[in-house]
């Protein structure tokens, strides 16, 4: 059983830098993927940004490219997103999530085996 718990979120202006955080507690793993995905109204969950268990490969989508970055400190069981030049369109609900024991940083939401709650980003204009 693993616990994901993210922190962070809130009311940001646009333009804002915060930096979201996620937790792991319970039963962890040496290798792992973990990935930021986020939802925002009306729309699918989308992997924003995910990082494999070395830290040597990682994934953005095209829209947050060059403005979020994601890393993690294995020694913590902590992931980070790095969020800057935040726009209204990145308002959103992030989620953290797990994929134990791939190789790779999968898109897919199914692929994941351990879900955060969520953490609410209202980015205002």
């Known amino acids: 059983q693993v616990q994901l718990v993210e922190s962070g979120g809130g009311l940001v202006q646009a333009g804002g830098s915060p930096r979201l955080s996620c937790a792991a507690s319970g039963r962890t793993f040496n290798r792992y993927v973990m990935a930021w995905f986020r939802q925002a109204p009306g729309k699918e969950r989308e992997l924003v940004a995910g990082i494999n268990w070395s830290g040597e490969s990682t994934r953005y989508a095209d829209s947050v490219k060059g403005r979020f970055t994601i890393s993690k400190d294995n020694a913590k069981n902590t992931v980070y997103l790095q969020m800057n030049n935040l726009k209204p369109e990145d308002t959103a609900v992030y989620y953290c999530?797990?994929?134990?024991?791939?190789?790779?940083?999968?898109?897919?939401?199914?692929?994941?085996?351990?879900w955060g709650q969520g953490t609410q980003v209202t980015v205002s204009s």
């Open positions: 999530a797990a994929s134990l024991g791939v190789p790779n940083i999968p898109q897919r939401r199914d692929m994941y085996d351990y």
